[in-house]
């Protein structure tokens, strides 16, 4: 019995081979077709010095030629790569070099710093896609690889041992690869533990065979599949007989327009920087969404507010807001209705298997605990960060004799078992002694009508050794003021936890995924002097 992802997958395809498995703009693929483009491009891959164990890069936006590259490489063994086409050359090598890639796959507009990237490094092909751009590329063209390689299914046995890479998006330090073996990461990210029941799969043939009740659903996904959102969204999809619908770039209209066109039953996305454009797209047009049944977050902020609109816009579907991480996977997910109450910070959920709250003694947390703690999940867990052992050894705790991941994410378990997500460690902004956590004022502060995003992130003071200071994009039209946005805040939480510093901003920068870019807010915030802020620090506040 192999829990391997592209057993997973294959499983799927013999059942479902005419079943539509991938859909972008005006591109199909059935099982059958995903499948053996995916074998053709493998064994170009092999051709070309790719083995087992071996470290593909994928550069690419969300297209099905991406799809077929992680198939590919997971046929053969190897380990995916992602790399994240806004990287300039510098970063893109850093991951190479890292991660010790040895081919790249990516679209020909992103030639400029690809090409550049590999110099000099231990990079012996690429392969480039043809996209709408004409930038010229080195390396062999995708088509002509797949024509050059057989569609047979004749790889070597494969195991649930074999490696799977993430590489974390960077928000606040260099990118790092979390290390899993396949059936880690399948229970905890791929539907291999049922998200709600916490019931283990005990056949490598369920999620496929379930594809027979479902009839197969339509799920889009609307991160980068360079993300682990949309990769592990698409995976489980193709693991159950469903529909994958891409979009090549987010476009809060396109959404519903595809939605509406292809009749989506899933949306999975990423928090308010997805959400919150989508909703108001929404309001703002006419689309028949009756094939919708259930919108899922997870990865960022879901704001309350947000959760809302979508609630009065869309009473008859299912809102789902989960927490996780890369060195985790799966952690909790919370189920939104209209009387669902948040506590401070980030979603309250229920929490998965597995999952504790470890507080100061390093002990779990009981319910209703006054201290707040860091989350941790035991059971199916990474092996650690490639080639960091350091860290790697940071990361993991044990507990009453059990080994926990420990990301540094934290949170309150509340008096009726739930649990509260406050935020990432090393976003924590220490004012005074005291404990801000960004997104819990992040989520007062997009409560407010004029604010359409925005970021929090601590800046020096003398006095207080950090100030709370946020870089807000206002919504089109409005320049909210310094007063009444530190007056909306201070009704929703402590004076401490209030901005003291706050910058207007065209637009605030995310990284590709959709998740916050802290490292851009506070460099902005580094480079704009205090008489630049619409509120500057007070004596008094």
């Known amino acids: 019995m192999a829990y391997n992802i592209a057993d997973l997958f294959e499983h799927a395809v013999d059942l479902f081979p ?36 071996s470290h593909v890069g994928m550069c690419m936006r969300n297209r099905i030629e991406a799809v077929e590259t992680m198939l ?66 080195a390396g062999c063209d995708y088509e002509t690889a797949l024509a050059e390689g057989g569609a047979e299914r004749d790889f070597c046995e494969r195991s649930g041992d074999d490696l799977y890479i993430l590489y974390t998006g960077g928000t606040t330090g260099m990118p790092k690869g979390v290390m899993w ?30 594809g027979n009740l479902t009839g197969g659903l339509r799920r889009i996904c609307l991160a980068p599949l360079i993300h682990g959102n949309a990769q592990w969204a698409a995976l489980m999809a193709l693991f159950a007989g469903d529909t994958v619908i891409l979009l090549p770039q987010f ?22 920087a997805m959400a919150r454009p989508m909703i108001e797209a929404f309001t703002a047009g006419r689309y028949d969404v009756s094939s919708l049944f259930a ?43 209209k009387d669902s109450e948040q506590g401070g910070g980030g979603p309250r959920v229920s929490a998965g298997r597995d999952t504790i709250v470890i507080g100061l003694d390093g002990k779990p947390l009981p319910p209703g605990s006054d201290e707040i703690g860091r989350l941790a999940r035991g059971g199916h867990i990474p092996l650690g960060y490639y080639k960091d052992p350091a860290k790697t050894a940071e990361l993991f705790i044990e507990v009453d004799g059990t080994r926990y991941s420990v990301p540094g994410d934290f949170a309150r378990h509340e008096a009726d078992g739930s649990i509260t997500l406050l935020g990432r460690g090393n976003t924590c902004v220490n004012t005074g002694g005291e404990k801000v956590f960004p997104e819990e004022v992040e989520a007062t502060l997009m409560a407010h009508p004029d604010v359409f995003d925005v970021l929090v992130v601590g800046v020096p003071d003398e006095r207080l050794g950090q100030r709370v200071a946020a870089v807000i994009e206002p919504r089109p039209g409005t320049a909210p003021s310094a007063e009444e946005l530190i007056t909306h805040a201070r009704k929703e939480i402590a004076g401490y936890k209030v901005p003291r510093s706050i910058w207007l901003v065209d637009r605030v920068h995310r990284l590709a995924t959709g998740k916050a870019d802290y490292r851009w807010a506070a460099e902005y915030a580094t480079a704009h002097p205090e008489e630049d802020a619409c509120a500057q620090p007070s004596a008094t506040s």
């Open 18 to 53: 005419e079943r539509l498995a991938v859909a972008c703009g005006d591109g199909e693929r059935t099982y059958a077709e995903l499948d053996q483009r995916a074998n053709r491009l493998a064994h170009h891959l092999a051709a070309h010095g790719v083995v087992a164990g």
């Open 72 to 137: 590919a490489v997971y046929k053969l063994r190897a380990v995916l790569i992602n790399i994240n086409f806004r990287y300039t050359a510098s970063e893109v090598r850093y991951v190479l070099d890292n991660a010790d890639v040895v081919a790249v796959l990516h679209e020909r507009q992103f030639a400029p710093q690809v090409d550049v990237a590999v110099a000099g490094t231990q990079v012996g092909h690429v392969v480039a896609v043809a996209d709408e751009s004409d930038a010229p590329a």
């Open 181 to 210: 073996r396949h059936e880690d990461v399948w229970r905890t990210l791929g539907g291999g533990i049922n998200f709600v029941t916490g019931e283990a799969l005990d056949s490598e043939w369920a999620q496929a065979e379930s």
């Open 251 to 272: 476009d809060a209209a396109e959404v519903w327009a595809t939605v509406e066109r292809r009749q989506a039953n899933l949306i999975v996305l990423i928090g308010d």
């Open 295 to 337: 919108v899922s977050s997870s990865a960022a902020l879901f704001s309350q507010s947000v959760k809302s609109q979508y609630l009065e816009a869309l009473p008859n579907v299912v809102i789902t807001d989960a927490i996780g991480s890369s060195e985790t996977g799966f952690m909790g997910l919370g189920l939104i209705t």
